[in-house]
Nanobody, 126 residues
Framework: QVRLVESGGGLVQAGGSLRLSCTAS????????MAWFRQAPGKEREFVAG????????HYADSAKGRFTMSRDSAKNTMYLQMNSLKPEDTAVYYC???????????????????WGQGTQVTVSS
């Protein structure tokens, strides 16, 4: 069973930075796609960034381009989301997700992922 645990959320002022971490167990981390999603109150969960790890580079949502960077440390089984120049509209619960099969294109729909973490709250004050 794959387990994902996020950490690193918190309260930050607009313009500030946070780095989220997602520690994974199992073989999924090194071979299968993983992604970050977020869900704001009253809104649907949305894709933020993802990578297949085997085909191409990280794919970012338009809202994240130029401000967020997704990376991983395979030795630590940990994925990161560095978030800079944060805005109040970035306030949400952030989730990491993993898919249990390979794909050549980064999935961006919640239904494409099989495992989810519990989420970590990010609050950006104005």
């Amino acid at each position: 069973q794959v387990r994902l645990v996020e950490s690193g959320g918190g309260l930050v002022q607009a313009g500030g930075s946070l780095r989220l971490s997602c520690t994974a167990s199992g073989d999924t981390f090194t071979s299968f796609p993983m992604a970050w999603f977020r869900q704001a109150p009253g809104k649907e969960r949305e894709f933020v960034a993802g990578n297949t790890w085997t085909h191409g580079s990280t794919h970012y949502a338009d809202s994240a381009k130029g401000r967020f960077t997704m990376s991983r440390d395979s030795a630590k089984n940990t994925m990161y989301l560095q978030m800079n120049s944060l805005k109040p509209e970035d306030t949400a619960v952030y989730y990491c997700a993993a898919r249990n099969r390979m794909t050549s294109v980064t999935p961006t729909d919640v239904y494409d992922y099989d495992y989810w973490g519990q989420g970590t709250q990010v609050t950006v004050s104005s």
